[in-house]
């Protein structure tokens, strides 16, 4: 009794139900937010997961109800997101854009690195035991995207005539790069996935706001100063800056 009062209370933030449609589970996770004011159903490419957000107070009853008349949109929408794809033997995963085949070699020596077959087409090339795979791929990647993005970053930095603290590469979903006030920076290592005018893209968007700490039109003419393409890199992110979470 005393849990179901203090629940009433102060309803727990997050809770997960489940949505049956044509003999198919969707998980759906269910978040309380303050400011909401109705009931909203959305699946976020990204994580490839459903979300309910509902009020504060709201009904989880009323919440798996919503949920269940909306099975069908959301069979339709899960449908509709490009497919995962794993690091595994013989998958596609871009490189700076580019196609490239893992390619598992048992016997070789190594973590994994980048070739080109005989073919001239791309190749992850990764050595050891298989069970280490997928993490020696995600290890490559994020040691090029370090390599990229500070490179980059650094370039952008000594035109500004800023500095830059240090720089962090993470796995973010909500966001492709932050600028703490310090002057830390932060970026997502799945830049390296996209293409290479994306990836200066995103540290010249960074680096802007070591200058200005908004997203003003002055923000904008200062990082125009220093990337003149932006609008184009922007159009790629809004695009398909989605799909990237689905390698890995």
Known sequence: MLQRILRLIDPPTEERI???HLGLVYPVLVRRA????????????????AVITMPLRGSLATARDFADRH????????????????????????LRGVPHRIEHRSAARGGAWAER???????????GDPAFIGRRVRDFL????????????????????????KIAIKDTVSRWGSCAADGSLSFSWRMILAPPFVLDYLAAHEVAHRVEMNHSARYWRVV?????????????????????????
């Open 224 to 248: 125009a100063s220093i990337f003149p393409e932006y609008e184009r890199a922007e159009s790629w992110l809004k695009r398909h800056g989605a799909e990237l979470h689905r390698w890995g």
């Open 117 to 127: 077959s005989a073919d001239g087409s791309g190749l992850i090339v990764v050595a």
């Open 34 to 49: 303050a400011q909401a004011r109705r009931y909203t159903l959305r699946v976020k490419a990204a994580t490839r997961e």
């Open 71 to 94: 099975g069908g949109w959301l069979a339709a929408r899960f449908q509709k997101l490009p497919p995962a794809v794993a690091f595994a033997p013989g998958a596609l995963v871009p």
């Open 142 to 165: 994020k040691r090029e995207a370090r390599r990229d993005i500070d490179l980059a970053a650094r370039a952008h930095a000594r035109a500004l005539g800023v500095t830059i603290r």
């Open 18 to 20: 489940e949505v049956h």
